[in-house]
């Protein structure tokens, strides 16, 4: 049973106030078909929107079942009308872009009534109202009687106690008309039906009940129902619209308009194709930048020697208020200064707790590390019939991974030309410059024509040498030890079984890709072969001697320095007595170093497999810095940071610069966005009215509008990224005609990924205040938009 319990209703344009209803009290009937007559601005269209739900009353009540309606809140109204009211409309109010099915369904659908339950509900009552055959069509396929029927079929669908038509036969012809009001009558067996009507013939011939509207009050009721108490058993069921309802309505209503869709989406998607093409490029180039640094910090190893630079001491001078210096001074003076006074020189006191320290390093780091170590290996040469001693100064040591294959560095940044990389510690390696060149001094240690226009690899690979150890090289003399250097004695070491015998393995050259090597031409040696040397020269007796005279240098008999200090940071041009290393023969330390006592070395040099694991180097050397005194800390030289924070900065700063710049077309976009979906708010707004008619919420509508900007956000997200994948194609043919980079332009899969969701979201955003506009229509003033 449905009460009007004096309903008041006005509305108010500017200084006029135009009264629709005035305390009006009704009571209908669970079952009956009531017409509500009168001439236009009577009321009786406004009476019929008051019971559906559509529109609220000022004062009075509505009661339902017992049930007040005072406290209703929106959605409480929403409710109502998707559970106990159907609307059969004059102008049929079908949402176009959906089937015939569809519209029957969306009722259900907003009740959450499953898939399959809401289709055999459907299909039950287009058997019923004559339209099995037609489910599958669109509105615009049927004729108005046939749009009219599914009207009724909608409004039946969801098994509601009230039917509301308002002039449900007004657009139809006589015959089509009485088909509907017959249909209609039939439905009010065991349904309330309210219609509204100008007809009065019509409402006498089919409906049970006559009520007369005038200057909204009731004139006339042919069957008044006395006021009734009634218990309260009234339940509300909340609707709700799910997403993917939403990406269907939205993605049907897209369809209808295919191409202004994808003119929206292209031009929404050029911002997004400007940021990923110029993240392909920065990807691009910052990989050609990682490849061109891993051949670079090659030769910018991170050092650490004996001797180290560690401060500028310009801005201390500031200290002194009369000694301040300032930059780019307007002064016509010239202030003259000492270099030296504005430097600290540290020295680094390497020790075995320190290369413990650095064995902890991280392997995946380190392409490979080299050590500059003060021995005098004692290296013999032979043609077979004579040998020679060689000066050390012309080996250098060539950089290993931590005692894994020593030729694994040189494996990745040199070429093999000849023979094969080292493999063990006694394989030597002959490093050429880029124009295949070695200096004479490297040709004749080889043993090999040194003014000779050119040298064939075959007459350099298997050279051999022999490292002699201390005890067959020096003989004691007396309290003193020599070199037991005659040629016959040179020859008799040579073939001794304790020399060991290291070859050239194979001839080597930077790669033609790589920029340059800090690795100079000549014969280089692992440190694994050094290692050995020492191992074995420390319990030499020469060495044990050494170390038992604190004052007497036992190679010369001289008496050591006293002020000389310790200089164990001599390179290897001291690795021979008399080959310009006097000042480590000074010392007791420096001549013990020179004899291999010490397997400390003077130098190293760490070098990182790219700048970030530079990075990670640094800080693990820092680490054994933490809480040292300044004099204790080991300072090193880090060759790469200024290229480092050069390349990785100006690289960023060109990205940024560029993307917003590109970044200007998304506000562009998010306005245009805005725009279409304000149009197509406009262009919809009726079928926003059947929505709420049907019982959708506000917060529905907005749904229906963001899954609309959803759709054309992915769709404009997919179709940039598309572009920007074909636009690489000729971007990087063009790249390589100019700079002969290959594959620059390359879009990074994640930030596609990213990308397409920004798009989405900016999308959104530009739609957001469409949609709150459409969901703030009002039902009624929507439903009578065209």
Do not use: C
Not at 724 to 752: C, E
């Amino acid at each position: 049973m449905l009460q009007l319990k004096n309903i008041s209703k006005s509305y108010t344009t500017g200084d006029f106030t135009q009264v629709a209803l005035d305390n009006v009290s009704l009571n209908l009937r669970a079952n009956e078909f009531v017409a509500i007559l009168g001439p236009s601005g009577s009321g009786k269209t406004t009476s019929l929107n008051i019971i559906g739900g559509l529109d609220q009353y000022d004062s009075g009540d509505l009661v339902i079942n017992g049930k007040s309606t005072q406290q209703f809140s929106e959605s409480d109204w929403d409710a109502y009308r998707n559970n106990s009211v159907g609307f059969i409309f004059q102008s049929y109010n079908l949402i176009n872009h959906l089937s015939i099915m569809d519209n029957v369904e969306m009722g259900m659908t907003l009740s959450g009534v499953p898939a399959t339950e809401k289709r055999e509900k459907a299909r039950i009552v287009l058997e019923r109202v004559g339209l099995k055959d037609h489910m599958h069509k669109k509105p615009n396929q049927l004729s108005g009687g046939q749009m009219q029927r599914v009207a009724i079929a909608r409004a039946l669908a969801n098994d509601p106690d009230i039917i509301l038509a308002d002039e449900p036969t007004g657009a139809l012809d006589t015959a089509t008309s009485e088909q509907i009001m017959e249909l209609i009558k039939e439905i009010a067996k065991d349904k309330l039906v309210v219609m509204v009507t100008h007809n009065p013939e019509l409402a006498a011939k089919y409906t049970d009940r006559t009520v007369e509207f005038r200057d909204g009050r009731i004139i006339s009721d042919s069957n008044p129902l006395p006021e009734q108490k009634v218990s309260s058993d009234y339940q509300l069921k909340k609707t709700s619209m799910s997403f993917l309802t939403a990406l269907k309505l939205s993605g049907k209503n897209i369809l209808t308009k295919k191409w202004r869709t994808t003119l929206t989406a292209f031009a929404s998607s050029i911002g997004i194709i400007g940021i990923a093409l110029i993240l392909s490029l920065s990807n691009g180039f910052n990989k050609q930048i990682t490849n061109y640094e891993a051949g670079a910090l090659s030769n910018f190893p991170v050092m650490i020697n004996y001797s180290a630079v560690s401060m500028d001491l310009t801005e201390a001078m500031a200290e002194d208020p009369e000694d301040t210096l300032t930059e780019f001074p307007d002064s016509t003076n010239v202030y003259p200064y000492d270099p030296s006074e504005n430097t600290i020189v540290h020295n680094n006191v390497i020790t075995k707790d320190y290369l413990v320290h650095l064995e902890g390093l991280d392997p995946k780091l380190v392409d490979g590390t080299s050590y500059v170590r003060s021995v005098n290996m004692n290296i013999l040469k032979s043609d077979g019939n004579t040998a020679t001693a060689v000066n050390a100064a012309g080996f250098t040591s060539f950089p290993s991974k931590n005692g894994s294959d020593p030729g694994s560095y040189l494996e990745k940044y040199y070429d093999l030309l000849a023979g094969s990389f080292p493999s063990k510690d006694t394989d030597l390696v002959l490093i050429l410059d880029k124009y295949n060149r070695l200096d004479v001094a490297t040709v004749e240690t080889l043993g090999l024509d040194y003014e000779a226009d050119h040298i064939s690899f075959d007459e350099i690979i298997g050279k051999e040498f022999r490292l002699i150890p201390n005890d067959v090289y020096y003989v004691k003399s007396g309290d003193l030890y020599t070199v037991n250097g005659s040629a016959s004695n040179l020859m008799e070491m040579y073939n001794s079984p304790d020399a060991v015998s290291v070859k050239i393995a194979g001839i080597v050259r930077l790669q033609e890709e790589s920029p340059m090597s800090t690795l100079s031409a000549g014969i280089s040696y692992s440190d694994g072969l050094a290692q050995n040397f020492i191992e074995t020269a420390q319990n030499s007796e020469i060495v044990k001697a050494q170390e038992a005279s604190d004052d007497i240098n036992v190679l010369t008999g001289e008496v050591f320095s006293k002020t000389a200090g310790q200089s164990a940071g001599v390179g290897p041009s001291a690795m021979m007595p008399g080959a310009g290393g006097s000042s480590i023969m000074e010392t007791k330390e420096g001549v013990l170093t020179l004899l291999g006592a010490s397997s400390i070395p003077s130098s190293i040099s760490i070098y990182p497999v790219d700048f970030d694991a530079k990075e990670e180097i640094v800080a693990y050397l820092d680490k054994w810095n933490e809480g040292l005194s300044s004099e204790d800390k080991i300072v090193y030289t880090d060759m790469a940071a200024l290229v480092t924070s050069l390349s990785g900065g100006i690289m960023n700063a060109i990205t940024l610069v560029l993307i917003a710049f590109a970044s200007i077309s998304l506000v562009v976009s998010m306005i245009m966005i805005g725009i279409i979906t304000y149009i197509s708010v406009l262009e919809r707004t009726k079928e926003i009215g059947v929505l709420r008619a049907l019982g959708a919420r506000k917060k529905d509508i907005t749904r229906v509008f963001n899954a609309e900007t959803f759709i054309i956000g992915s769709f404009s997200g997919l179709l940039a990224i598309g572009i920007t994948y074909l636009l690489t194609i000729p971007t990087n043919m063009i790249i390589k005609s100019l700079t002969d980079l290959s594959n620059v332009s390359l879009l990074n899969p994640l930030h596609a990924i990213l990308l397409i969701l920004l798009n989405v979201l900016l999308t959104i955003l530009g739609g957001f205040i469409p949609a709150k506009l459409a969901a703030r229509k009002n039902p009624v003033t929507a439903l009578r938009s065209e």
